[in-house]
């Protein structure tokens, strides 16, 4: 479902990413770990078409980025820690204008669905700047799945929310990617990832570092799978 | 190794056509501005502010009044209209929509054309309620059929223009102040056509003065338009 070969992000003279691969099938849950500034968002960016590669190839639901980004954004759903959301609009207006722009076919249905699986449904006339941050991020979810999506991309959905709204969100997650979608999140939440996710990449200095399947890992073994990772990563550097 | 374009079958993309997608934006600017009013007011004001001013400061007579009127109005659109190029993009980049816009299926374009036709109808509505209050205070009559044709090829290019360089500034930290340095020296040739010709048909005089002037207005908005087609997309593109 998702290819990438060789990819290399460059901004000025500094490699973001280094030659970069990745591979996710249909209905995997990958969850994209790694420190500060190794390049986590910049890798969703360039997979959700707001960021252009420096080199290498990149492919999602068997289209070809740059060139066929508007096919490939059809298949994407993203949500970020920022909701994206107009906070001058209610939840309704706010999933109608994302629903257009999706040319999202019966429409009216469709945003009752979303508003029912994000439990906003009651609030659905209520303007957005009124919500809590749970809230907004509740609607974020269902403004990233309102054109039903084939993959979803997620860069650190949990930042800022509240014990509830995270609980909240991982019962949206569950329902959302039950369905059989394909998911990449970044986050720095080890247990999240780990009650989620079945592979854990760690990108560390702009590549997969390493990969493992959930299966394979012991319960509680991701932090210590991670740390040996990044130690390893990070001593050559101590070295040289 | 290369990736197999046949390794996963495309999934038959779903996109609404280019003018459906320009319509939901305009819509969507629309619905936000009449329940917020923060744009269309901040203008409002500034322009009656700015007529207000020029009425006070300079002590005309009536035939003085008639000369000055061109120039006066569009120094008041186009200041008015910069507040409004600022905000209408702020508004995106604040809570990060743009990012929300450009993720949508359609041609970049479309979200251009759809920020640029809702500047244009803030302009034109806040241009509507000017035009009436200068002609009370300066007591000069602008309802004439070929000054409303100015102030509408005008204001098409300012705002065509306006929106593309307002796009590139509101990814500084300085927007507020890169906007105006960067619009207002591309504009002086539009504006110039534009008082001349608004001058010539306040002054009734005949066509032949005015069509240059005309002219010039109609190839700045093709010439406008066209370059903000073109580039949009690598504009807005990390």
């Given at each position: 479902m998702i290819e990438v070969r060789k990819l290399i992000k460059r901004f000025g003279l500094k490699y973001v990413l280094r030659g970069l691969d990745f591979e996710v099938e249909q209905g995997e849950f990958v969850a994209l770990i790694g420190p500060n500034g190794a390049g986590k968002t910049t890798f969703l960016r360039i997979l959700s078409s707001l960021s252009r590669p420096s080199m290498g190839e990149v492919m999602l639901a068997g289209y070809r980025l740059p060139h066929q980004a508007a096919a490939v954004r059809s298949q994407l759903g993203v949500l970020s820690h920022q909701p994206l959301l107009y906070g001058d609009l209610s939840a309704e207006e706010n999933l109608t204008f994302f629903g257009r722009m999706y040319a999202v076919s019966d429409l009216e249905t469709r945003i009752g669905e979303v508003l029912e699986l994000v439990g906003l449904k009651k609030r659905r006339r209520d303007l957005v700047r009124t919500f809590s941050r749970g809230m907004q991020q509740r609607l974020a979810i269902g403004r990233s799945v309102i054109h039903d999506p084939q993959i979803l991309l997620l860069d650190e959905?949990?930042?800022?929310?509240d014990q509830d709204a995270s609980s909240m969100l991982d019962d949206v997650l569950k329902a959302v990617t039950a369905e059989g979608r394909t998911v990449v999140m970044t986050s720095h939440d080890l247990a999240r990832a780990a009650d989620l996710a079945s592979r854990f990449d760690i990108l560390s200095r702009g590549v997969i570092a390493a990969s493992a399947l959930h299966a394979d890992?012991?319960?509680?073994?991701l932090l210590a799978f991670y740390r040996r990772t990044i130690n390893q990563e990070e001593e050559p550097a101590l070295v040289s | 190794m290369s990736v197999k374009s046949t390794s996963v079958k495309p999934i038959t993309a779903r996109a609404p056509s280019f003018l459906q997608a320009v319509g939901a934006v305009v819509r969507k600017d629309l619905a936000s501005e009449f329940r917020s009013r923060e744009l269309l007011s901040a203008m409002f004001l500034f322009a009656l502010l700015v007529i207000l001013i020029f009425n006070f400061a300079l002590e005309l007579n009536a035939r003085e009044r008639g000369e000055i009127t061109a120039g006066v109005l569009w120094v008041t659109f186009v200041f008015a209209g910069q507040l409004g190029l600022n905000r209408s993009m702020a508004i995106e980049k604040d809570r990060n929509c743009l990012d929300g816009l450009l993720l949508?299926?359609?041609?970049r374009s479309a979200i251009y054309f759809g920020k640029m036709l809702a500047n244009l109808l803030f302009m034109l509505i806040v241009e509507a309620i000017v035009l009436p209050i200068y002609s009370i205070l300066y007591n000069v009559n602008l309802f004439h059929p070929g000054l409303i044709l100015v102030i509408i090829l005008g204001s098409l290019g300012y705002v065509t223009i306006g929106t593309l360089l307002a796009t590139m500034a509101?990814?500084?930290?300085t927007r507020d102040i890169l906007l105006p340095i960067l619009l207002f020296p591309v504009v002086v040739p539009l504006l110039i056509a534009a008082v001349r010709a608004s001058s010539a048909f306040l002054q009734n005089l005949s066509m032949e003065f005015v069509w240059p002037s005309l002219n010039l207005l109609i190839v700045f908005n093709l010439i406008f338009i066209a370059v903000s087609y073109m580039t949009f997309d690598f504009i807005v593109e990390e």
């Open positions: 959905p949990y930042t800022g929310l890992i012991p319960p509680d073994g | 949508a299926p359609v041609d509101v990814y500084a930290r």
